[in-house]
């Protein structure tokens, strides 16, 4: 056994009494909303990756399909511009509404939410990187689907790149209307259905003629957030674009995507602290 001498215990005691008991632990910086973008849309796009065979599949053939279909009633004119211009954004909203609100909705029932929740990712990421991943998957269907339209009602091809904006552009509004459709579902199922519909409303809203259809049901075209994108794109195929209705389309269409996105956020919020 070994003896500590008396005046080395008394020596350490005033040593003690002088420190200070340590506080909370400082925590790391909060990510910031770039690099968690990034990460976010890296993960998600792996994760895509293996179903994007069938996405582009389904979401391709359906609109080219529809458009034959439509060759036997539409001849040309204003109405093959619609038909060829709704039909491209159509693939747009079948992956970016329809599936993004299925996932979604599965995500929040299997409590995936949770997983998301201890990252330190601002949720303005969580739902940008799934919405930017999932709409990447349909740049060449939207692409395949717009030549081929244009070679079906012979369109002119020569403003085909404003699809650089329509794609981004109708893509974040309408992801941003299926992420939040898909949060604040109460079950999946009523998700999935909630994305059918809105799938379904852009395809009988955006690929028929305006001009063939009642008021009411102009109105309520009126209030589809791919419309704006379908109406910039439509514009283009004339022989002399008014290029101010254009970018006045892709601002609503711009516009309507925050609104969209920044409903989305808080529903993200809404669902991850239940």
Do not use: K
């Not at 796009?45 to 458009?67: D, E, K, N």
């Not at 904006?165 to 898909?182: D, F, M, Q, R, S």
């Amino acid at each position: 056994m070994s003896v500590v001498p008396a005046d080395a215990l008394q020596g350490a005691a005033p040593a003690a009494e002088g420190r200070h008991p340590a506080g909370p632990a400082e925590l790391g910086p909060r990510a910031r909303l770039w690099p968690s973008l990034v990460a976010v849309y890296r993960a998600q796009l792996s994760r895509a990756r293996v179903a994007r065979i069938p996405l582009l599949f389904v979401a391709t053939f359906q609109s080219i399909g529809i458009m034959i279909l439509m060759r036997g009633v539409v001849d040309g004119g204003g109405e093959a511009r619609a038909v060829v211009a709704g039909s491209a954004v159509l693939v747009v909203a079948f992956v970016a509404l329809n599936l993004l609100a299925q996932y979604f909705g599965q995500l929040r029932s299997s409590g995936g939410l949770d997983h998301y929740a201890t990252l330190p990712v601002p949720p303005a990421a969580v739902v940008l990187g799934a919405a930017g991943a999932y709409a990447s998957f349909t740049v060449p269907g939207t692409v395949v689907t717009a030549v081929f339209g244009c070679l079906l009602f012979g369109l002119p091809m020569t403003h085909l790149w404003v699809l650089v904006a329509v794609i981004p552009l109708a893509g974040a509004a309408l992801a941003g209307l299926g992420a939040a459709l898909g949060l604040l579902a109460p079950r999946p199922e009523f998700a999935t259905l909630l994305g059918q519909l809105g799938m379904s409303a852009a395809l009988l809203l955006g690929v028929l003629p305006p001009e063939r259809m009642p008021q009411v049901v102009r109105l309520a075209r009126d209030l589809l957030p791919s419309t704006y994108g379908v109406e910039a794109f439509a514009r283009t195929f004339g022989e002399r674009p008014d290029w101010g209705f254009v970018l006045g389309d892709l601002a609503v269409c711009a516009a309507v995507g925050v609104i969209s996105l920044a409903v989305a956020t808080w529903a993200y919020r809404r669902a991850a602290v239940r």
